[in-house]
């Protein structure tokens, strides 16, 4: 069989089944033995029934001590029930549904079982176990069993047969695209070998061992992907952009000192732009700590210099709001600012996209309107993303390319832990503000049950009265049949109706139109809003200082750092502010928010939330055209991730184009299972 059959031509699966196999991602033979195993069950060690212990999952191996009676319960419900002796004590087994179960047990002098013992009545009992007699065959108990990622209507028998039945079967190895010499290098298993210690594991040592082959390789395919996509800028010369001192009377005309940090990563970033080769830095800072300033700094020595300087924000809402902010600053110094959106009317975008053609507005701010092709830039020395994880590495690359030899700086108040870190960011320099500006005020939350609604509401009405405002965030904006979780419209008609009848209430969701949610951003930050009740679309920039108080309903259904971005949009003013966290509760729930009341540290709280999460749930892997990782753990293994990286650096280093034989199959996977990334680069 060949890796590239279809998997219905494996034994025991066919048309129907393959169609289940499918809603996996397995189409054939080889998807198949790529689908790896998430873990190891041992079903090994026999334990006598004299050692066992209640709830443990165990293998006891025994024969019947009496009579096998099946009788019918209430319902109608079939029940057999068996006591098994294995000379050291004697074990009742429980089966329901499953009469034929009688018959089974005399066809051999001895079984094994599998499964979860409990103590009752001064005995062991065990209930609906795996069963199989103890000579002969065993494929179910007595050794290691891999567990899959599964889907309804497979079982882990048909996946574990199917995988081991596809190794037994295939007529030629799997083409190792890791290269040999690498593989001699880090003593890493050959593929096959690795594969079937996958998928017919005979110990923990030798599936680690695999696990750690396939993860490598994962990964150093995802850091090939990425570095590759960014070669083709490092093939060209930069915009040496050299009158940074200008940045002194930049700083001496704001109304605030720059913290340390701040002035540390300007001082970063200069250094840089001074050069001939592309600046290609990452800017991490948690939420209020000044990265926006910073940006400006680098955009007015650009400015200065006689060149564009670009931002691109990810919503409307951010981009007109650092529009406001960076045009109020730069008119200070005499310079234009121009604003380009997807909802400006047609004559708006005309008249902007003439300014940034002609070059006369040296700052320009935007969204996705900026990368398309009919938007022209004079000459753009700087290009700036901000909260980079919204966009994906093509948008990053493509406004990157409107200005050929531009430095590029991109920004996130989305602290990233350092194993994500080195995966989306392989390719940038890392700068870190990791310090608030004096006077910012740490924010106050609570985490509570419905049962504190009525203190809620009277806590929230309170500060409102001594002249504050408050945000309200549901999951949701209309109800759904499927979620019980708060909606956003519903929620806002209830409240203005029954809590909150003689206050301003206002709701604001992605749906409504940009000049829409414009027009109630700008009566709240105004105060004519008391209360607005959001969707997420306020989780990122939304800067209203008077806003006091945050209700967020069904916290449970957001991530912790998306919880941490949420709660950054309080404690911007002189004032006390408070986070209050409506949770339906449950253990990893109850988990999640004590961390948010115990912390206000956004870095502790994002390597906490990739624990709990994962990886393709912290903010979504593929929506960055990257590959989705299936056996690397983000969490637990920085180590491969530290020795991808670098074997990725290596091998581009001596061979740029992957132009070598041993190299021709890394370079073919990269291009099969990397999403292109660049329009220019060697992965088209």
Known sequence: MKPETSIQYIKGIGEARAKS?????????????????????DRSEIKPISELMDGETVCV????????????????????????????SIMRITWFNAPYISETLHKSPE???????AYKGNYFEMTNPVTEPASGENRKTGRLLPVYPATAGLSQDQIRNAASTALLTLDKPLEDIVPESVQKKLNLKPIMEALIDLHTPKSFESFEAARYRFAFEELLVLQMGIRLSGNERKNYSATPIRNVKCI???????????????KRVINE???????????????QGDVGSGKTMVAAAAMYAAANSGYQAVLMAPTEILAIQHYKNLSKLFSLFGIETTLLCGGMSASEKREAKEKIKSGSSPIVVGTHALITD???????ALVITDEQHRFGVRQRLSLTEKGIGAHTLVMTATPIPRT????????LDVSVIDEL?????????YSVGERKRKSAYAFLRKNIEEGRQAYIVCPLIEESETLTAKSAVEYAEKLKATVFPDLSVEVMHGRLKASERQDIMSRFAQGEINILVSTTVIEVGVDVPNATVMLIENAECFGLSQLHQLRGRIGRGSHDSYCILFSQGGRIADERMKIMCETNDGFKISEKDLELRGPGEFFGIRQHGLPELKIANLSTDMRIVSMAGKTAEEIILSDPQLELPENQKLLSCVKARFLEVSENGVLN
């Open 111 to 117: 079984f094994t079982f599998y499964g979860k013992v």
């Open 269 to 283: 970033i200069c250094k840089d732009i001074q050069k001939n080769t592309p600046m290609n830095r990452l800017v």
């Open 61 to 88: 191996r025994g024969c019947l001590a009496g009579d096998v009676k099946t009788y019918r319960a209430r319902g109608r419900k079939s029940v057999t029930q068996a006591r098994i002796s294995d000379g050291s």
């Open 248 to 262: 002194q009377e930049f700083a001496k005309a704001l109304p605030f000192e720059l913290t340390n940090a701040q």
């Open 420 to 427: 994500l870190s080195l995966i989306l960011y392989g390719d």
């Open 437 to 445: 500006p004096p006077g910012r005020k740490p924010i106050e939350t």
């Open 21 to 41: 196999f499918a809603r996996l991602g397995i189409s054939t033979v080889r998807d198949l033995l790529y689908h790896f195993p998430r873990g190891l069950e």
């Open 374 to 380: 009919d938007t022209v830039f004079k000459n753009a």
